[in-house]
């Protein structure tokens, strides 16, 4: 490729590129930009000064950053990983440096801004609790219990479709320059929607939208962490991405989520259910963390040692500052005279936390027409 042809393709990606998840990928790093680089070398060559050093070099980046955040959604982690370096390889270049380009960006979140400054936290709110952060993460609890309703069993259907409509809401009313993860859990299993955090682009709400909206359909009896499937689920190696024949209840593309070695050995045992999703939320750095659960996430726990084991995880990641610590949000489900045990435990076991604690008798109350219609269907 002719190295204007690949200027003009570098200026095309920055303006047009797809959107995450929607069937357009991106192939190998000596696909995706070695003609990006071939024209970006030649044109710094001719560069006359600062400020054209810093135009080439901003759109570049720009490109790279929205390939590396496809590739990582899609589960080419070391295509994504080479992207990254390539980024992180520019910033190091005399000329790069002088140009003052990347001079807003601290040492510690230069790859993740991406030559802009840190999101400002924003109010979040999510069935009526609401945190301000930039980086919130959202757990949901989608295994039986929480379709589980046994005055009303549609309305117990209806329960994971509901919330997962309201995470989308909270997520699509995130300011562009924030940055959101969120995973399903229940048991051994949590499964991401992606292995890092996302920016809060246009294409990325739409993309958290599509992989949610095959988890635990009402009309079908088939459940998240139910069937075969799980079995499949656990022979992933994570950050391992499976898109093809995922099984019904299950989210539209699935990884299985590990622990590092650094935060598995903060844990006396291995780390199970919210205890799980938790790890997972906190190696992605969140500022704020909100959980819609059951009250049966702590009927196998030791609340004494779950609360140690979190806080030495949160100490391996935040530093012992508990104020950088994440505040926990949890909603947690109604479902019978436990339920106020539950919520109790809980309020001792993420003490560290700063944890706001809402208890839900049901969804119904937040529900639209729409999916009260659906509800009238079954």
Not at 92 to 100: E, H, M, P, Q, T
Not at 203 to 212: G, L, M, P
Request: net charge neutral; glycine share 6%; hydrophobic share 45%.
């Amino acid at each position: 490729m002719k190295p204007v042809l690949a200027w003009i393709l570098l200026v095309v990606l920055c303006s047009f590129h797809g959107a995450v998840g929607a069937g357009t990928s991106v192939s190998s790093k000596d696909a995706c930009y070695s003609d990006y680089l071939a024209a970006y070398t030649e044109r710094m060559a001719t560069a006359k000064d600062d400020a054209e050093v810093a135009f080439l070099t901003e759109r570049y980046d720009g490109a790279l950053k929205k390939m590396q955040s496809q590739l990582a959604v899609t589960g080419k982690t070391a295509d994504a990983n080479a992207v990254k370096e390539e980024r992180a390889r520019i910033r190091k270049l005399d000329r790069v440096v002088a140009s003052g380009v990347f001079a807003k960006e601290s040492a510690k979140g230069a790859i993740a801004s991406a030559g802009k400054e840190a999101a400002k936290p924003s109010s979040v709110a999510f069935f009526g609790i609401e945190q301000t952060c930039s980086r919130p993460v959202f757990l949901m609890m989608a295994g039986p219990a929480a379709s589980f309703n046994r005055g009303n069993p549609d309305l117990g259907k209806m329960t994971v479709p509901v919330v997962l409509n309201r995470m989308a809401d909270a997520i699509n009313a995130l300011p562009a320059a924030a940055e959101f993860n969120a995973a399903l859990f229940w048991a051994p299993t949590t499964t991401p929607m992606a292995p890092e955090m996302l920016a809060a682009s246009v294409a990325n709400k739409a993309a958290f939208a599509e992989w949610a909206s095959t988890v635990n359909p009402p009309e079908s009896s088939m459940a998240y962490g139910s069937g075969a499937f799980s079995s499949k689920v656990a022979r992933l190696k994570w950050p391992q991405r499976l898109a093809a024949e995922v099984g019904s209840g299950w989210p539209k593309w699935v990884y299985d989520y590990q622990p590092s070695e650094a935060v598995a050995a903060c844990c006396k045992a291995e780390p199970m259910h919210l205890a799980k999703a938790l790890c997972f939320a906190f190696e992605q750095k969140a500022d704020a963390v909100f959980v819609f659960t059951s009250n049966f996430v702590t009927l196998s726990y030791d609340p004494v040692r779950l609360k140690g084991d979190l806080e030495d995880v949160a100490k391996s990641i935040y530093g012992s500052d508990r104020k950088k610590w994440p505040a926990v949000n949890v909603l947690l489900l109604d479902l019978s005279e436990g339920s106020s045990t539950a919520k109790e435990a809980l309020k001792s076991v993420l003490h560290p936390f700063n944890p706001c604690i809402e208890m839900v008798a049901d969804v119904e109350k937040f529900m639209t027409e729409a999916e009260k219609d659906r509800m009238e269907s079954l």
